[in-house]
């Protein structure tokens, strides 16, 4: 049983690594702007008011990604483990998930940083391509599909984010840099934090990852 939290700016690759990382531990990811996003397509009371948030690069007020992380976190399949990626990304969401993780007795044990330079992180988002299927990440130069705008595991469609433009992914740096920057001093407090170099082969970062969490 594990109860992990990665960390890292847009395009660090936090779902792709979340992915592989649950596989090999058996528990579930909980990723925030998937559940977000999910939410803006069926049009939920929780979509609709995330929707203009997300559209600028800004987050999504604490108390609504609060109660939907809780409300997650409640499920039965969450018992054995969870990775939590893209939460907490403010200093008052980590405080407010210690709160909660508290009460039932659980804990984190281990938060992970996948570093990557700034200057790399415009580029991997703007060529991002994701699958309407399955979720699956691609990139045009660095991880192209197989065939162009299908993917190579399930043949579903590829499209491009909504926020994957040049001048929301800006704002997305920004907020990175002044709310979530903060919450790995809280994570280095509680002596839970190490980082990742997020540079290479998709297998050697998540080796890198696997020595971390130990
Ligand atoms: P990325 O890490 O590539 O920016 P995500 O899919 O994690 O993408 O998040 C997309 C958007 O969803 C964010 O820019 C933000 O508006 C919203 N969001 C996701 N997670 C949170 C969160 N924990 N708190 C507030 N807003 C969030
Ligand atoms: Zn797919």
Known sequence: MKSLILIGPPGAGKGTQSKVLCEKYGIVQIATGDILRANVK??????????????????????????????????DDCKQGFILDGFPR??????????????????????????VESKDLVD???????????????????????????????????????????????????????????VIDFYIEKGLYSPVEGVGTMETITKEIVKAIG
């Open 42 to 75: 069926e049009n939920t009371a929780l979509g609709i008011e995330a929707k203009g948030y997300m559209d600028k690069g800004q987050l999504v007020p604490d108390k609504l990604v609060v109660d939907m992380v809780v409300g997650r976190l409640g499920q």
């Open 90 to 115: 403010n200093v008052g969401q980590a405080e407010a998930l210690e709160g909660v993780l508290n009460d039932c007795n659980r804990k984190i044990d281990a938060a992970i940083g996948i570093v």
């Open 124 to 182: 991997r988002l703007t060529g991002r391509r994701v699958c309407r299927g399955c979720g699956a990440s691609f990139h045009v130069s660095y991880n192209p599909p197989k065939a162009e705008g299908v993917c190579d595991l399930c043949s579903g469609e590829l499209y491009q984010r909504d926020d994957d433009t040049s001048s929301t992914i800006e704002s997305r740096l920004e907020v990175y840099e002044r709310e979530t920057r903060p």
